[in-house]
């Protein structure tokens, strides 16, 4: 029989990221006999069981090795959380108790002795509940904060605060869940770190109204992720690239420009070619420059012999799209410029759709408040020569309008899409299962991303799906890695992302992931640095195995 004792309540304080990482020291004394809540929401006595301190000792550790912080060594930072025994039988385990109806609880504690080859840490939590309304119908969020003190600094130079992330509960009680809450945070690896764990009952999608139970937080240290390598990056806004293979060979399009800006007249496109995976580059050759006419690359494919086509769109006195198709990556023809009812923003990467044809998927709009956005499928039956267009939804709002996708198409009927948000931070998630006649939009988990382009790439021999895109603003290439049947009518249940690379934190300077494969190798091209100079670069990273994918629940 299930018997929850509630133990070790702590002064009702609050201790601020800088009084926790000061006060190392600190140890909270504790009240007896206040009855509290516990993460099956019932009423039991507090037990004064000795004091307990809050920061972590320093171990040696390498990076990979992860150090861990139990309930007995973090403290209240915020609200009224409770210290709690989650009992049964003769098995007894510490948890913080957070609310699912009052905002604002959090408990923090310190880490240090960090390797000195350590320069980011990975933090993730191990949660549970006793409650036995606990159900996957029902999520709750959570959130970190993270801060560090380094010399010559102030303390609030490094603070970073986390997004929320939601997951499902278990179906039963007593099953814990191991949630990531941030991938890639950098650190001083002299410098101790402050970690600090708030459970968001006030954001929506926290739907589950009873306490739960915050057991562990576990840091584990990071080395440097790999360099990229450099597609071009001589004077100038080299940017929005698009990379194709071409058999062995990959094919990196780019424009290149003055500034961040699609209709300059001097912005025109280039390619270059690699047959190394990406460590060298030949001359850069010319595919589009019209006199009078801005042009950006905006998508890729291949068509039915393996010849590449390139979307690039062009400005000037109308809004054209035109096609383009190469067999070597040198050597591009233009081979269409449809003219289409409704004139896209952007058409986006082609693919292959049986009993269709190619397939591309546009988006149409002014990104105004107005209910004037649409999207939809262009389709060609004649590798290119000519499309037909259909309108998918019209008359969205921004907040509604799914933007530069990436679809895949997964067989039986079933095409899988994710495409940017316009407002906030997310991805929309897109499915067909009649071949792309007919869709179903929906808001997906994945938050850690800003106003950047997706890019799927679907393994035929494994089943994976990877999703790869940049956080712009932090400056984070990312992955999430899946299998589709998870997340095809379950949008909210992406696993967690993973840091692949780094490169430029400003915002507008960098971003938009393009990625393609060879073999068991993903390529994935975007761009990089500071207006008015950036640069195109591109990351490998080997396709995911078959072992299950990292989750957040």
């Given at each position: 029989?299930?018997?929850?004792?509630?133990?070790?309540?702590?002064?009702?304080?609050s201790?601020?990221?800088l009084?926790?990482?000061?006060?190392?020291?600190w140890?909270?004394?504790l009240?007896?006999s206040?009855?509290e809540?516990?993460?099956?929401?019932?009423?039991?006595a507090?037990?004064?069981e000795?004091n307990r301190?809050?920061?972590?000792?320093?171990r040696e550790?390498?990076?990979?090795?992860?150090v861990y912080?139990?309930a007995?060594?973090?403290?209240?930072?915020?609200?009224?959380p409770?210290?709690?025994?989650?009992?049964?039988?003769?098995?007894?385990?510490?948890?913080?108790?957070l609310?699912?109806?009052t905002p604002?609880q959090?408990?923090?504690?310190?880490?240090?002795?960090?390797?000195?080859?350590?320069?980011?840490?990975?933090?993730?939590?191990?949660v549970?509940?006793?409650?036995?309304?606990t159900s996957?119908?029902?999520?709750d969020?959570y959130?970190?904060?993270?801060?560090?003190?380094?010399?010559d600094?102030?303390?609030?130079e490094?603070?970073f605060l986390?997004k929320?992330?939601?997951?499902?509960?278990?179906?039963?009680p007593?099953?814990s869940?191991t949630?990531?809450?941030?991938?890639?945070?950098?650190v001083?690896?002299q410098?101790?770190?402050?970690?600090?764990?708030?459970?968001e009952?006030?954001?929506?999608n926290?739907?589950?109204?009873?306490?739960?139970g915050?057991a562990?937080?576990?840091?584990?240290?990071?080395?440097a992720l790999?360099?990229?390598h450099v597609?071009?990056?001589v004077s100038?806004?080299?940017?929005?690239p698009?990379?194709?293979?071409i058999?062995?060979?990959?094919v990196?399009?780019?424009?290149?420009?003055t500034?961040?800006?699609?209709?300059?007249?001097?912005r025109?496109?280039?390619?270059?070619?690699?047959?190394?995976?990406?460590?060298?580059?030949?001359?850069?050759?010319?595919?589009?420059?019209?006199?009078?006419d801005?042009?950006?690359t905006?998508?890729?494919?291949?068509d039915s012999t393996?010849?590449?086509?390139?979307?690039?769109?062009?400005i000037?006195?109308?809004w054209n799209?035109?096609?383009?198709r190469t067999?070597?990556?040198?050597?591009?023809?233009?081979?269409?410029?449809?003219?289409l009812?409704?004139?896209?923003?952007?058409i986006?990467?082609?693919?292959?759709v049986p009993?269709?044809?190619?397939?591309a998927?546009?988006?149409?709009?002014?990104?105004?408040?107005?209910?004037?956005?649409s999207w939809?499928?262009?389709?060609?039956?004649d590798?290119?020569?000519?499309?037909?267009?259909?309108?998918?939804?019209s008359?969205?709002t921004?907040?509604?309008w799914?933007?530069e996708?990436?679809?895949?198409y997964?067989?039986?009927?079933?095409?899988?899409?994710?495409?940017?948000t316009?407002?906030g931070?997310?991805?929309?998630?897109l499915?067909?299962?009649?071949?792309?006649?007919?869709?179903?939009?929906?808001q997906?988990?994945?938050?850690?991303?800003?106003a950047?382009?997706?890019?799927?790439?679907?393994?035929?021999?494994t089943?994976?799906?990877?999703?790869?895109y940049?956080e712009r603003?932090?400056?984070?290439?990312?992955?999430?890695?899946?299998?589709?049947?998870?997340?095809?009518?379950?949008?909210l249940?992406w696993?967690?992302?993973e840091?692949?690379?780094?490169?430029?934190?400003?915002?507008?300077?960098?971003?938009?992931?393009?990625a393609t494969?060879?073999?068991?190798?993903?390529?994935?091209?975007?761009?990089s640095?500071?207006?008015?100079?950036?640069?195109?670069?591109?990351?490998e990273?080997?396709?995911?195995?078959?072992?299950?994918?990292?989750?957040?629940?």
């Open positions: 029989m299930l018997e929850i004792m509630l133990s070790l309540r702590t002064r009702r304080m201790v601020s990221l009084s926790a990482a000061l006060l190392v020291g140890v909270p004394s009240a007896a206040d009855p809540q516990s993460p099956d929401g019932q009423t039991a507090v037990v004064n000795g301190g809050t920061v972590a000792r320093s550790r390498t990076a990979g090795s992860a912080l139990t007995n060594e973090m403290s209240i930072a915020t609200g009224q409770s210290l709690v025994l989650m009992s049964s039988g003769s098995t007894h385990i510490p948890v913080w108790s609310s699912g109806g604002g959090s408990v923090s504690g310190v880490v240090g002795g960090f390797p000195n080859d350590c320069v980011a840490v990975k933090v993730e939590i191990v549970t509940t006793t409650d036995p309304t996957p119908d029902y999520s969020v959130r970190v904060h993270l801060s560090q003190m380094v010399e600094a102030p303390f609030t490094r603070y986390g929320p992330v939601p997951t499902a509960l278990p179906a039963a007593f099953y869940r949630i990531l809450l941030e991938s890639y945070y950098e001083d690896p410098a101790p770190l402050t970690v600090r764990i708030q459970r009952p006030g954001d929506p926290d739907s589950f109204t009873r306490p739960t915050l562990t937080v576990k840091v584990t240290p990071l080395k790999a360099e990229s597609v071009q990056d100038g806004y080299n940017s929005w698009m990379i194709q293979a058999g062995e060979k990959l990196c399009v780019y424009s290149r420009g500034a961040h800006s699609i209709k300059e007249d001097v025109a496109v280039f390619a270059r070619t690699s047959t190394d995976g990406g460590k060298t580059w030949t001359a850069e050759t010319t595919v589009a420059d019209t006199p009078g801005g042009e950006v905006v998508a890729k494919g291949l393996g010849a590449m086509l390139l979307w690039v769109r062009r000037g006195k109308d799209h035109d096609l383009y067999t070597d990556g040198v050597t591009f023809t233009r081979v269409a410029t449809p003219d009812a409704v004139q896209p923003m952007q986006t990467d082609v693919f292959a009993t269709v044809g190619l397939m998927l546009w988006f149409a709009g002014d990104y105004s408040d107005k209910a004037a956005q939809g499928t262009l389709t060609s039956r590798d290119g020569a000519t499309w037909t267009q259909t309108s998918i939804e008359g969205l921004k907040a509604n799914p933007t996708p990436s679809a895949v997964l067989g039986d009927g079933r095409i899988l899409a994710v495409g940017r316009e407002i931070q997310g991805q929309f998630q499915v067909s299962t009649d071949y792309g006649a007919t869709w179903k939009r929906s997906t988990n994945i938050r850690d991303v800003h950047s382009t997706p890019s799927l790439i679907h393994d035929a021999e089943g994976l799906l990877s999703n790869y940049y603003g932090r400056g984070i290439l990312r992955r999430r890695v899946v299998d589709p049947e998870i997340v095809f009518d379950h949008p249940n696993p967690a992302s840091a692949i690379a780094i490169a430029s934190p400003i915002a507008w300077d960098s971003g938009n992931a393009n494969v060879i073999g068991n190798k993903h390529y994935v091209a975007f761009y640095g500071e207006a008015p100079n950036t640069s195109v670069l591109v990351s990273f080997p396709a995911p195995t078959t072992e299950k994918p990292h989750s957040s629940r």
